[in-house]
């Protein structure tokens, strides 16, 4: 599903962001990506998004070698892969329904459909009294259940969440990563979640992979976040 | 792709409102921009139109004929006229003829040539050209005619006048580009800052997988609206401007240079189709131009 072979980005001034990395995750894995800060998350992702371009090696996504994209198939590209952030994300002036609707409307799909799924995705993650409610008026955790019901609205093959408890309480943090193993669990979808929540990947028992420096250093089954920060 | 459109056309009308304050103030620049280039328009229309009247009224040369000129002596300079090349044709301005004419173009002054008694304007023939350019050699010839006072031919003073129609137009043609180049750079800093303010939602809509173009759609449609509404305010303006100006001066232009002005229709139809267009690519361009950096991946 996602596959890394031998993939090297320097930035510029020799800033290391991943060095011959090789990582095979299949589909309908769940797999949290840990490592200290500056490691080569961030660059993983932007890598996956098609945000930065690898210096050397193969990036193949569902399948595909995305290596090469023309800026045309980039948009194509992120229609398969929804996106999770810390920071949710979500735009202030429009509500819950609009928000997610977005997705959709960015693929042209038809007012009906939409105004037919989204009610379904936010009963799903729990939210469907807040459909007319503004970012402003939720707590954390809502905000982040309106962003992963953007994410999967389109039913992407991989859903990637960047560091998606860090602005969350434990409580909070643990139903926003149950509702993500219930995704992968239910609908198949592949997740990769980026994170510094000790506990959460302690509890989790999934595949941990840490990278630090710019490499893999650990790629462990049911493994444990296995850092002391 | 009619979907593509419906979402364009939308957006685009939300943020045309939205975004009120930068709206009014680049729709009030092009506006005067406009303005300022039909005023532009207008001249360079009617300079050039007075020059071409007035090469038309001065394409001809008058040849006055001493009064004892005998009817044959002048048919055959008519005759040796009429074989000439240059020459398109030759009329035979009688005494009484020229009178009249004159009598007509002093209009309601013209009793006051009835005290004159005698007629003392000469006859004359009217030589019209077929070619400017022989107008030199024309006037030499007939200067050699015996019987002929005097030749009446206005090259250097038309050669004049075309020299500063050239100026004039050159001028306004120069200031209409400088102003459309001034227009988009003030579209594309509106659409910037819509573009600055929308930052965060470009870059959500980019994660979700818009393309480009979903993007750009709504924002150039808003900034061609723009241009849009400020071509039809700067039009009306325009053209009740040069509608006032020809009620008012009108009659003393034609006093002065014996012809009209340009019909307000005329060049108010033209002004439609020149500002329409400048409108649109004026917002479509200063769109595009700002918003490219934004979209680069």
């Known amino acids: 599903m996602i596959k890394f072979d031998d993939v090297t980005k320097i930035y510029d001034g020799n800033n290391v962001g991943l060095q011959n990395v090789s990582i095979d995750i299949g589909d309908g894995d769940f797999v949290f990506l840990v490592g200290p800060s500056g490691a080569g998350k961030t660059t993983f992702i932007k890598l996956i998004l098609k945000e930065l371009e690898p210096d050397s090696g193969h990036i193949y996504i569902n399948g595909r070698d995305c290596t090469r994209l023309s800026n045309r198939q980039i948009p194509m590209l992120r229609r398969y892969v929804g996106m999770v952030f ?76 960047d560091e998606p408890t860090g602005n969350l309480d434990p409580d909070t943090s643990w139903e926003i990563m ?19 929540d000790k506990a959460v990947v302690d509890r989790m028992k999934k595949r941990v992979v840490a990278i630090d420096n710019g490499r893999v250093v650990r790629d462990s089954q049911e493994g444990e976040y296995g850092y002391d920060d | 792709m009619i979907k593509a459109l419906g979402h364009s056309f939308k957006q685009a009308f939300v943020q045309f409102f939205r975004n009120r304050g930068m709206t009014l103030a680049s729709l009030i620049s092009i506006t005067a921009m406009l303005i300022i280039l039909g005023m532009f328009f207008f001249i360079s229309v009617n300079v050039s139109f007075l020059t071409e009247s007035i090469k038309s009224q001065f394409d001809t040369i008058e040849v006055y004929l001493l009064d004892d000129t005998t009817s044959d002596q002048a048919k055959v300079m008519i005759e040796s006229l009429n074989a000439m090349d240059e020459v398109e044709s030759v009329q035979l301005i009688t005494k009484d003829m020229a009178m009249d004419e004159f009598k007509e173009r002093w209009g309601e002054n013209a009793y006051l040539l009835d005290g004159l008694g005698e007629n003392p304007l000469p006859n004359s023939l009217r030589i019209t050209l077929t070619d400017i350019e022989g107008g030199d050699m024309t006037a030499a010839i007939c200067r050699t005619f015996t019987g002929v006072e005097d030749v009446r031919y206005y090259k250097d003073e038309i050669d004049r006048i075309i020299k500063i129609s050239d100026t004039i137009q050159r001028g306004a043609l120069i200031v209409i580009a400088f102003l459309i180049v001034v227009s988009i750079v003030v579209v594309s800093n509106t659409i910037k800052i819509t573009v600055m303010s929308r930052r965060s939602e470009i870059e959500i809509m980019k994660y979700v997988g818009a393309t480009n173009w979903f993007i ?45 002005l340009v019909e307000p229709h005329f060049l108010i139809v033209n002004l439609i189709a020149i500002f329409m267009s400048l409108g649109v690519s004026i917002g479509a361009v200063g769109s595009i131009i700002s918003m490219r950096r934004f979209l680069k991946a």
């Open chain 1, 86 to 161: 810390q920071d949710f994300r979500l735009l202030p002036n429009k509500t819950v329904f609009e928000n997610v609707a977005l997705a959709m409307e960015v693929m042209h799909t038809t007012r009906r459909t939409i105004r037919r799924q989204v009610p379904q995705v936010l009963t799903m993650m729990g939210i469907a009294d807040k459909a007319d409610k503004f970012p402003s008026e939720l707590a954390g955790g809502e905000q982040q259940r309106v962003a992963i019901a953007r994410a999967i609205i389109n039913r992407p093959q991989i859903l990637i969440a």
């Open chain 1, 178 to 196: 149950n509702l993500l193993d219930d995704i992968n669990r239910h609908g198949g979808t592949t997740v990769v979640v980026v994170t510094h």
């Open chain 2, 216 to 260: 750009r759609g709504p924002m150039l449609l808003e900034g061609m609206i723009i241009g849009v509404v400020a071509a039809a305010c700067a039009l009306g303006i325009c053209a009740a401007l040069y509608i006032r100006f020809c009620e008012s001066f009108g009659e003393q232009v034609n006093v002065m240079f014996s012809t009209d």
